[in-house]
C-alpha cells in the first residue's frame, strides 16, 4: 500500500486494533451530596482517552425537575470536552411539563434515554406512579428508560437503623443497603416495565440478586439490558471494614460494592450475554470531599473512578483469564453500546464511513494503576495497586492520536456532542408484542341489552 508522505505508520504488529471504547455511564461536573465531582468534562475525558475510552455518555441531572435547565448547565460544562460525548436525561419529578421536555429533547436535542431514580429519598427518588408514567412516555417517544434500581424506602430505613446501632462509618453504607434491596427495585422495575411493554436498560448491575432478575426477564423475553460496572465486576466489600477512614470512604458507591462471590457472578453473566456491557459510573470526589461524612457514612459522596480503567482492566479480567473473546471484548466495551444507543456504526466500529476512532491494545504489555500516574484531578484511586495484561499504547479519536508513548496530546473543547436518534433495535418488536397483547385480552365482551322495569311502591 503507497502512503502520502503527510500521513503516519503506525507498527501494530502483534497488536490488537480495534473500535475506541465507549463508556455508557459516566457523572463528570455533577452536583450531588453537597458538592461537585471533582473530575470535569476536560480532566475526565483526557484520562478516557489515556485508557482507550473515546466516547462517553454523561447524566444531565435536571435544575429544579427542569430538563431544559438541566442541559443548558451541562452544555456549558462540556465546552472544554476533549473528546466525543452523548447524554442522558434524569427525570426527577413528574408532570405535563416535564412530559413535553421529554419530546423537545428526543426530536430536538438528540437524547434517547431517560433514567430514573429509584433510591436517593427526598431528593432524586422516583415514586411508581410516577415511573409509570415515565415509562409510557418513553416508549411513546422511542427513548430508552432507565433506572437506578434501590429500593429508596427501604435504604432510607436501613440507614436509620445503622445509626441507631452506632455503626457511622463506611461499612454502615453497605449494611443499610444490602442486595435484597437492589434486587427488590430491580424486579420491581422489570414488571412495570413489562406491564408498559417498553424496553428496559438497568445502571450498575451490583448484585446477584439483580442479575437474576435480569437473566429471568431476558430469560422470558422480555426486552431487559442489564449494565456492570468496572468497580462490581473486580472489587469486593471487605474495602468498607479498612480501619482508615480515608481508604475505606474511597470506595462507597450506590449500589455499593458487594461481598465477594457477586463480582464472579456478574463476570459470568458478562460472559454468557445475561448482562450486556460495561460501563463505569465514573463520579470521582478527593479525600476532602469524602470526609463529609467521617462522622455520617450517609453524608460521604457516593461515587468511585473508572474511566481511565476500564478497559485494562475488563481485558485483564475477562480477556486473559479466558471468559470471554477478544470479539467479545469490542462489544461489551464498545459496540453494543453503540448498537443500543442508535450510533452504531458511526461509533462502535471500523467502517468505511466510521468515526476514525481507533485504540490498539497490545496483549503482552502491562499497566499498573496508581493515583501517583493516573490523568484524573482526584487525589485517590480505587483500583490503586492493580497490575496486569493488556495496555491499550495508542488512541486514535476521529482520526488524530491523542495517547501514544504513554503521552496525552487533547485540546479543550475538540470534543463533539454526538446527537442520538430514538428507536434503537431494542424497540423492534414492540408493535407486536402490543398487538399479541390486545388480542389475549377476549375483551370487551359483547352482552345484550337488558331491559329493567323499575315497579312502584
Known amino acids: 500500500m503507497q502512503v502520502g508522505d503527510d500521513v503516519k505508520i503506525i507498527d501494530a504488529s502483534g497488536k490488537y486494533v480495534m473500535p475506541g471504547g465507549i463508556d455508557p455511564h459516566t457523572h463528570l461536573a455533577m452536583e450531588f451530596m453537597g458538592t461537585e465531582t ?23 441531572i435536571p435544575v429544579n425537575g427542569s ?16 473528546m466525543d ?63 437506578h434500581a434501590e429500593n429508596g424506602d427501604a435504604v432510607f430505613e436501613g440507614q436509620k437503623r445503622m445509626i441507631e446501632l452506632g455503626i457511622t462509618g463506611p461499612e454502615g453504607h453497605a449494611l443499610s443497603r444490602p442486595p435484597a434491596l437492589e434486587g427488590e427495585a430491580t424486579g420491581r422495575a422489570i414488571r412495570l416495565a413489562g406491564f408498559v411493554n417498553t424496553p428496559l436498560y438497568v445502571v450498575h448491575v451490583m448484585s446477584v440478586d439483580a442479575m437474576e432478575e435480569i437473566a429471568k426477564a431476558r430469560k422470558s423475553g422480555q426486552k431487559v439490558i442489564g449494565e456492570p460496572v468496572v468497580s462490581g465486576l473486580v472489587l469486593n466489600d471487605s474495602v468498607l471494614w479498612d480501619s482508615d477512614f480515608q481508604t475505606a470512604a474511597k470506595y462507597v458507591m450506590s449500589p455499593p460494592i458487594r461481598a465477594p462471590g457477586h463480582a464472579k457472578a456478574l463476570q459470568a453473566a458478562l460472559s454468557t450475554g445475561v448482562l450486556q456491557l460495561v460501563g463505569t459510573d465514573h463520579c470521582t470526589f478527593n479525600t476532602t470531599q469524602k470526609a463529609f461524612g467521617i462522622d455520617d457514612f450517609r453524608k460521604i459522596p457516593n461515587g468511585v473512578n473508572g474511566l481511565e480503567e476500564r478497559m485494562h482492566l475488563i481485558w485483564d479480567t475477562m480477556v486473559a483469564s479466558g471468559q470471554i473473546s477478544v470479539v467479545d471484548f469490542v462489544r461489551v466495551t464498545s459496540t453494543e453500546c ?21 485504540i490498539i491494545l497490545n496483549p503482552n504489555s502491562s499497566f499498573d494503576i496508581s493515583s501517583k500516574t493516573h490523568h484524573y484531578r482526584t487525589d485517590t484511586n480505587v483500583y490503586e495497586g492493580r497490575r496486569g495484561k493488556g495496555k491499550v499504547e495508542v488512541t486514535i479519536a476521529r482520526g488524530k492520536i491523542v495517547w501514544e508513548n504513554d503521552e496525552l496530546k487533547v485540546v479543550p473543547g475538540s470534543g463533539n456532542y454526538i446527537k442520538m436518534p430514538p428507536f434503537s433495535y431494542v424497540f423492534d418488536g414492540i408493535e407486536n408484542t402490543d398487538a399479541e397483547y390486545l388480542s389475549s385480552l377476549r375483551a370487551p365482551v359483547i352482552r345484550p341489552a337488558t331491559s329493567t322495569s323499575a315497579s312502584k311502591i
Request: aromatic residues 12%; charged residues 25%; glycine residues 8%.
Open 67 to 82: 430538563l431544559s435547565a438541566g442541559l443548558e448547565s451541562y452544555v456549558k460544562k462540556a465546552a472544554r470536552s476533549a
Open 38 to 60: 471533582i473530575d470535569d468534562f476536560f480532566s475526565g475525558q483526557a484520562a478516557a482517552l489515556a485508557g482507550g475510552t473515546t466516547m462517553h455518555i454523561d447524566f444531565v
Open 85 to 147: 460525548y452523548g447524554f442522558h436525561m434524569a427525570i426527577t419529578k413528574w408532570d405535563e411539563t416535564v412530559s413535553r421536555e421529554m419530546e423537545v429533547m428526543v426530536k430536538e436535542k438528540g437524547i434517547n434515554s431517560f433514567k430514573f431514580f429509584m433510591a436517593y429519598k427526598g431528593s432524586l427518588m422516583i415514586r411508581d406512579d410516577l415511573l409509570l408514567e415515565g415509562f409510557k412516555k418513553c416508549k411513546s417517544l422511542g427513548a430508552l428508560a432507565m433506572v
Open 338 to 358: 453503540a448498537r443500543i444507543f442508535n450510533i452504531y456504526p458511526r461509533k462502535g466500529a471500523i467502517l468505511v464511513g466510521s468515526d476514525a476512532d481507533v
